[in-house]
């Protein structure tokens, strides 16, 4: 049974950093692609960041690009997400997703697999 477990989010200052985690289990990491999504009250769920199983490619969103950094611990099953200069607009759920295969897809239907969600609240 896979599982996704996020951690690391709280409530953070305009300006400030935090690092997601997410703990994957019942895959062999290597051979997934592993992604980071995000909602919004009211809003869709959308994609922040992606990375391959060999964490040799990459893929974010141009909104966070230049401030977030997505990587991955294969020998921990782990993927990361290293938040930097957070704005108000960062403030949502984030959700790890996996998917078979190397691809980074950007699209919520292309992940097989979903974690429960962390809030990242993001002060004035």
């Known amino acids: 049974q896979v599982q996704l477990v996020e951690s690391g989010g709280g409530l953070v200052q305009a300006g400030g950093s935090l690092r997601l985690s997410c703990a994957a289990s019942?895959?062999?990491?290597?051979?997934?692609?592993l992604g980071w999504f995000r909602q919004a009250p009211g809003k869709e769920r959308e994609f922040v960041a992606a990375?391959?199983?060999?964490?040799?490619?990459?893929y974010s969103s141009d909104s966070v690009k230049s401030r977030f950094t997505i990587s991955r611990d294969n020998a921990k099953n782990t993927v990361y997400l290293q938040m930097n200069s957070l704005k108000l607009e960062d403030t949502a759920v984030y959700y790890c997703?996996?998917?078979?295969?190397?691809?980074?897809?950007?699209?919520?239907?292309?992940?097989?697999?979903w974690g429960q969600g962390t809030q990242v609240t993001v002060s004035s």
């Open positions: 997703a996996a998917r078979r295969g190397s691809s980074t897809s950007i699209s919520t239907y292309e992940y097989d697999y």
């Open positions: 019942g895959l062999t990491s290597q051979f997934f692609t």
């Open positions: 990375i391959s199983g060999s964490g040799g490619m990459t």
